[in-house]
Structures are given as C-alpha cells and as structure tokens.
C-alpha cells in the first residue's frame, strides 16, 4: 500500500470505522494500483411519540409521551425508555423510566395528578 494511502488510513481509524476489502481493485502494467476502501459510520436513531387526546372539551383529557433517548445513567448505555401521562379525566400522573437494554425500570411514578408538581 502506498505511503500516503497508509497516512490516510491510520489518521482516520479513531475517527471512523474503515475496512478495506479487495485489497487492490486494479493493477496497471506501469505498477499504478487501485485500492477499495469502504468508510462507514454507525449512528444511534432515537424515537418519540407525543399527543393529546380529547373527548369534545376544548382541554385534551390525557397528555402523553412516549420516546428513547439516550440515558443520564452510565449504567444504561443504550438509553432509555421513557413513557408518561397526565390523565386529566381521572387525575392520574403515569411516569415510567426503563433502561432499554436490560428492561429494569429506573423510575416509576403513579400518583394523583393534582398532587404532581
């Protein structure tokens, strides 16, 4: 592998995930070669669903979010999953944290609505 290829490669292995496959694509009768490099990154997709629900009054009767996002808590490396509601019709406030990876719930609250702050 030429020098300058062999540079580029090293100073970009703590940046990016490279693989070299094929090895050399294309030899020419000069001795030029044609290498394949293949660059690729991983990122993390994180979700969220959030609405209101109403039966006719102009205030919705239940508030809710639903999302994954990365944890706070370096023991949930994958993030968590929050899910919470305000049901304004039967006074309840739901709030449920759970790690992703392993489904231990981090948190949880069930409590009157009117009572959470």
Not at 23 to 32: E, W
Not at 44 to 58: A, H, P
Not at 97 to 117: F, S, Y
Request: with cysteine.
């Amino acid at each position: 592998m030429p020098n300058i290829l062999k540079k580029l490669v090293n100073k970009a292995k703590n940046k990016l995930n490279l693989t070299k496959s094929g090895l050399i694509i294309y030899k020419f009768v000069c001795g030029h070669k044609h290498y394949e490099i293949n660059v690729s990154e991983k990122i993390k997709l994180w979700e969220c669903v959030k609405g209101k629900m109403r039966t006719g009054d102009s205030k919705p009767d239940t508030i809710f979010l639903t999302k994954t996002e990365p944890g706070k808590n370096p023991e949930s490396v994958d993030g968590v999953s929050t899910n919470w509601a305000a049901d304004r019709k039967n006074n309840r406030w739901k709030h449920i944290i759970k790690d992703i990876k392993t489904g231990k719930i981090l948190h949880e609250e069930d409590m009157p609505l009117d009572q959470h702050k």
